[in-house]
C-alpha cells in the first residue's frame, strides 16, 4: 500500500492530497496520502519515524525544498547540484531525494520560445527553473530579494550565463518570465508586464491568479499558472510512489480537471 503526504508550512490550502489521491484511485491503487504541517527544526525526527514506518514518499514544498542536504538521504546528483528538491521516495531502507519540479518545468516549457528569460526569485523553485532552462537559454537574467542567492545559482548553471539584478529590474523584452517568489512578493512587479508577446510562469496557484498572473493574462501573454506545475511535478512524484508507468498524457487530463474543477 502507498503511505505517503506533502510536507510543509503552511500546508493546509495544498491541492496535493486531492491530486494524488484522485490519481491512485484512477490507477487502481491502495493507498492514503495526507498533508502534514512540518518544519526545518522538526524535520529530522519526523524522517527517523517515517524510515521506521516505512512511509512509501514525500513531496516536500516551502520551507523544506533546501533544508533536507544533510539528512543522509540517497541524492540525485541534478537535485545535490540545484540544492532543491521536492520528492523524497523510499529505496530500501534510506530516502532517495529529487526534483520532480525540474522534470515538471522542462515539460512546461517545451515549445516555449527561452532566447531571453527573467526568474524572480533564488530559492529551490528558482533553482528548479534554472536547471530545467540550463543550456536551453544562453542567458538567464535573475532578480533577487536576497543578492546572495546568487553564489547558489551559479553553482547550478553550467551551460548558461547568469546575470543578476534587484527587484527594481525592467521586464521589458522577455521571451519567458518566471516568478518563484511567496504570495504577495511579485504584485508590485505585475505593472511592468506589458507586452502580449512572451510567456509568463507564475508557481502560486494560492492565491489564484496572483497581481502578477492576472496582469499578463489581461494583456494577452501566454500564462502558465501554479496548476499547471502541480499538476506536471506530480505526474513523476505519482509514477516514483507508484513504481508504476502509465497514460500520462490521460492522467493530466484527469489532474487537470479536478484541479479546475477545485476552483469552480
Same mark, same amino acid.
Given at each position: 500500500m502507498i503511505k505517503a503526504a506533502v510536507l !510543509?508550512?503552511?500546508?493546509? =490550502?495544498?491541492?496535493?492530497?486531492?491530486? =494524488?489521491?484522485?490519481a491512485y484511485e484512477f490507477l487502481g491503487l491502495p493507498a492514503s496520502y495526507e498533508a502534514i504541517e512540518l518544519l526545518p527544526a522538526d524535520a529530522d525526527d519526523f524522517f527517523k519515524n517515517a524510515l521506521r514506518e516505512r512511509w512509501t514518499g514525500f513531496s516536500l514544498t516551502m520551507p523544506l525544498k533546501e533544508c533536507i542536504f544533510n539528512s *543522509?538521504?540517497?541524492? @540525485?546528483?541534478?537535485a545535490s547540484r540545484m540544492r532543491s528538491a521536492n520528492t523524497l521516495v523510499l529505496q530500501d531502507d534510506n530516502y532517495f531525494a529529487v526534483s520532480t519540479d525540474?522534470? !515538471?518545468?522542462? #515539460?512546461l516549457? %517545451? *515549445?516555449?520560445?527561452?532566447? #531571453?528569460?527573467?526568474?524572480? !526569485? *533564488? !530559492?529551490?523553485?528558482? #533553482?528548479a527553473a534554472l536547471g530545467a532552462l540550463d543550456g536551453l537559454s544562453e542567458q538567464i537574467d535573475f532578480l533577487l530579494q536576497t543578492p546572495s542567492r546568487a553564489d547558489v545559482l551559479r553553482q547550478v548553471a553550467i551551460t548558461s550565463s547568469l546575470n543578476? /539584478? @534587484?527587484? %527594481? =529590474?525592467?521586464?521589458?523584452? /522577455? @521571451?519567458? &518570465? &518566471?516568478?518563484?517568489?511567496?504570495? *504577495?512578493a511579485g504584485d508590485h512587479l505585475a505593472s511592468r508586464l506589458t507586452s502580449a508577446d512572451m510567456t509568463v510562469c507564475e508557481v502560486l496557484y494560492k492565491p489564484y491568479p496572483t497581481k502578477f498572473l492576472a496582469q499578463a493574462q489581461s494583456i494577452g501573454a501566454r500564462t502558465i499558472d501554479g496548476f499547471d506545475l502541480l499538476v506536471e511535478q506530480a505526474l513523476d512524484q505519482i509514477s516514483l510512489f507508484s513504481g508504476l508507468s502509465f497514460d500520462q498524457d490521460a492522467m493530466r487530463d484527469l489532474l487537470i480537471r479536478t484541479s479546475r474543477e477545485f476552483l469552480s
Open positions: !510543509g508550512s503552511p500546508i493546509a =490550502h495544498s491541492l496535493s492530497p486531492l491530486l =494524488h489521491k484522485k *543522509g538521504f540517497l541524492i @540525485d546528483p541534478v525540474r522534470t !515538471g518545468f522542462m #515539460r516549457f %517545451n *515549445g516555449v520560445k527561452k532566447e #531571453r528569460v527573467a526568474i524572480i !526569485g *533564488g !530559492g529551490g523553485t528558482a #533553482r543578476f /539584478y @534587484d527587484m %527594481n =529590474h525592467s521586464l521589458d523584452d /522577455y @521571451d519567458l &518570465i &518566471i516568478s518563484t517568489v511567496p504570495a *504577495g
